[in-house]
């Protein structure tokens, strides 16, 4: 299985959030893309045809790969070398109105798009055995816990599919426990839904199904 990576990369005032995926043996891509208040403003994507096909070494390879670049991009933006523009219209450099009271809160614009940041915090060892145990923690787009939000749990690709729910806490988190069906399909993936009343994001990791003993 390859996991993803999620950062949440403070430089002074201003909060990134750097995201890689493998994009799976089909697509044989890792892309990593860097979001400020929802917004995409940087993206990275690198093939890796040359470990296909797949086995348990590439498999650590490519994880190894992936973690190279996500932690690439981080540094590159820590030093400066990857020049970041942040679109005017969420410019740090100008202060935010202060928010209304909760009684005279406007609803979002039908057109506004906001994101929210998921991460799976247990991403190295939620899974043991076919029991999944999955930490999942939820936060707008300015970094503040989220509660509240709506969590829906998808194996896509696997024999029998589910649909897991849960719903974050008071500090945004979720814990969410289930057993894993079983792989059918090259493109099997772990997806985590988290959704609000204005806001929605999510993750997909790539799995990979174990051979079957003869």
């Known amino acids: 299985m390859i996991f993803g990576h999620n950062t949440n990369l403070k430089l002074g005032t201003i909060t990134f959030h750097v995201q890689t995926e493998d994009r799976g043996e089909p697509h ?14 940087h993206r990275r994507t690198n093939n890796y045809f040359d470990l296909l096909p797949m086995d348990d070494d590439r498999q650590q390879a490519l994880r190894l790969r992936l973690e190279d670049q996500h932690r690439s991009v981080i540094e590159e ?16 450099s100008h ?14 614009p039908a057109n506004e798009h906001k994101r929210l940041s998921v991460e799976l915090t247990n991403a190295s060892s939620w899974l043991s055995g076919k029991h999944a145990t999955l930490h999942v923690a939820v936060r707008d787009q300015h970094g503040a816990p989220v509660l509240g939000a709506q969590i829906r749990i998808e194996i896509e690709g696997s024999e029998n599919p589910s649909l897991v729910e849960a719903q974050t806490g008071p500090l945004g988190q979720a814990l969410i426990e289930f057993d894993m069906p079983r792989i059918a399909g090259p493109q099997a993936a772990l997806v985590i839904h988290a959704q609000d009343s204005s806001a929605e994001g999510h993750l997909r990791f790539a799995l990979r199904a174990k051979p079957r003993v003869a």
């Open 28 to 41: 044989a891509l890792i892309d990593t893309t860097v979001y400020y208040h929802g917004r995409v403003l």
């Open 77 to 92: 933006i820590r030093s400066g070398e990857l020049q970041l523009s942040i679109p005017p219209a969420v410019d740090a």
């Open 95 to 108: 202060p935010a109105p202060q928010p209304p009271s909760p009684q005279q809160e406007p609803m979002p």
